[in-house]
């Protein structure tokens, strides 16, 4: 089945970085577009960031552009999230996503915390 994992939030200073990692597997993971979304306490969920299957294809919210990457690795079936200058709004859950014909699929989330 389907199983999206998510690692390596945690606490973080204001302009500190933080890269995320989500593993990936049941799924032909070349042929799928990857995003990132997140959701602070009483907020959505907001799209962070995706990446097209081949990984030539980016796109982010206006909130993180120019701080945040999202790369993939067809290799090790996973992507990535690399966070700079984080912000205290960037505080949040942080889940990848996938889409496969109709259906969302999510992992657990992992925590992040922006604070000094």
């Known amino acids: 089945q389907v199983q999206l994992v998510e690692s390596g939030g945690g606490l973080a200073q204001p302009g500190g970085s933080l890269r995320l990692s989500c593993a990936a597997s049941g799924f032909r993971f070349n042929l799928y577009t990857m995003k990132w979304y997140r959701q602070a306490p009483g907020e959505g969920r907001e799209l962070v960031a995706s990446?097209?299957?081949?990984?030539?294809?980016?796109n982010y919210a206006d909130s993180v552009k120019g701080r945040f990457t999202i790369s993939r690795d067809s290799a090790e079936f996973a992507v990535y999230l690399q966070m700079n200058n984080l912000k205290p709004e960037d505080t949040a859950v942080y889940f990848c996503n996938t889409r496969i014909w109709e259906t969302e699929y999510w992992g657990q989330g992992t925590q992040v915390t922006v604070s000094s």
């Open positions: 990446i097209t299957p081949a990984g030539e294809g980016t």
